[in-house]
Nanobody, 122 residues
Framework: QVQLVESGGGLVQAGGSLRLSCAAS????????MAWFRRAPGKAREFVAL????????MYAHPVSGRFTISRDNAKNTVYLQMNSLKPEDTAVYYC???????????????WGQGTQVTVSS
């Protein structure tokens, strides 16, 4: 089994930046794709970004394209989400997830972290 732990969330003003981290442990060799999702207050969970752990190919949701960057450090079994030009609508609990396919659909992911809160004030 894979265990995921997110960190790096916090409160930031609009236009600011944060970097989230997701540390993976356990049977990480089976986690071919890592992704970030978020759940805003009163809304459903939505896809943010994903990365293929071998090769580093990425995919982004339209609302964050050009502002967020997903990256990974395979030696540290860690995935990052650099968030720039943050907007109040980015406020959400951010979750990392491990899956198999290069796909942003939630059903592709078997393991989830507990989440880290990101709050963007105006």
């Amino acid at each position: 089994q894979v265990q995921l732990v997110e960190s790096g969330g916090g409160l930031v003003q609009a236009g600011g930046s944060l970097r989230l981290s997701c540390a993976a442990s356990g049977r990480t060799f089976s986690s071919y794709v890592m992704a970030w999702f978020r759940r805003a207050p009163g809304k459903a969970r939505e896809f943010v970004a994903l990365i293929r752990m071998s090769g580093g190919s990425t995919m982004y949701a339209h609302p964050v394209s050009g502002r967020f960057t997903i990256s990974r450090d395979n030696a540290k079994n860690t995935v990052y989400l650099q968030m720039n030009s943050l907007k109040p609508e980015d406020t959400a609990v951010y979750y990392c997830a491990a899956g198999v396919a290069f796909d942003g659909r939630v059903e592709n992911y078997q393991t989830w972290g507990q989440g880290t809160q990101v709050t963007v004030s105006s």
